[in-house]
């Protein structure tokens, strides 16, 4: 039985948690969103540094892009009971060991929250994969695909979850290579994401 004040009690337990605190270079501040009328889940990485900053999901350039791609203004984004934001990773998990970019999301966080947390959320009718690992957990027989034939190969799983890219400024050669996204997708995502609203 799923109720409001019953994700409420779980979102408390989120937010309290300590669990990667030792692994964590700012330590922990879980960031997300999530109601029990949602209709839309964005299940994304995990908070980059702008968003442990202010504790907002998607405050930077990201989060615009985003936005724009949904057609969605922050007044909505941001209402809990229209769109819920679950990352895999609930905390900032630092700077990538090699490369640039952040770390990938810490490995503890989605065995031991995701699926009490997706139990709660049973009006969700479009799943948003943003990313590899939203991918793999949400689309396990994709996983091995990529992010980008994943992406090609959106009306697989059409019209109930959607991978895209992420939208970082980071991926602008990306979309720069494959303009079919911006023309083709992205038109019938912001149709599907205006009906369910």
């Known amino acids: 039985m799923t109720s409001a004040r019953s994700l409420d009690k779980l979102l408390r337990e989120i937010r309290a948690c ?7 270079p700012l330590g922990p501040r879980p960031v997300l969103q999530a109601g029990h009328g949602a209709h839309i889940l964005l299940a994304s990485q995990a908070p980059g540094i702008k968003v442990h900053q202010s504790g907002v999901p ?58 009490r ?26 996983r091995t695909m990529g992010v980008t034939r994943a992406v090609q190969e959106w ?15 980071r991926n602008n050669g990306w979309l720069k290579h494959n303009p079919w996204f911006e023309a083709e997708l992205l038109p019938k995502l912001r149709e599907r994401v205006s009906l369910l609203l």
Request: aromatic share 12%.
């Open 18 to 24: 300590t669990v990667c605190a030792p692994f964590l």
């Open 155 to 169: 009306q697989r799983w059409w019209p109930h979850t959607l991978v895209l890219p992420h939208p970082s400024p």
């Open 58 to 115: 998607f405050d930077d350039a990201s989060g615009r892009r985003l936005r724009q791609w949904l057609g969605m203004s922050e007044e909505i984004f941001y209402d809990r009971e229209k769109v819920a934001i679950v990352p895999m990773g609930f905390c900032y998990p630092g700077r990538a060991a090699q490369g640039s970019g952040d770390a990938p999301p810490r490995p503890e966080c989605a065995p031991l929250w995701r699926k």
């Open 117 to 142: 947390l997706m139990a709660q959320l049973p009006n969700i009718e479009l799943t948003v994969l943003i990313g590899q690992y939203a991918l793999a957990w949400h689309l396990p027989e994709a």
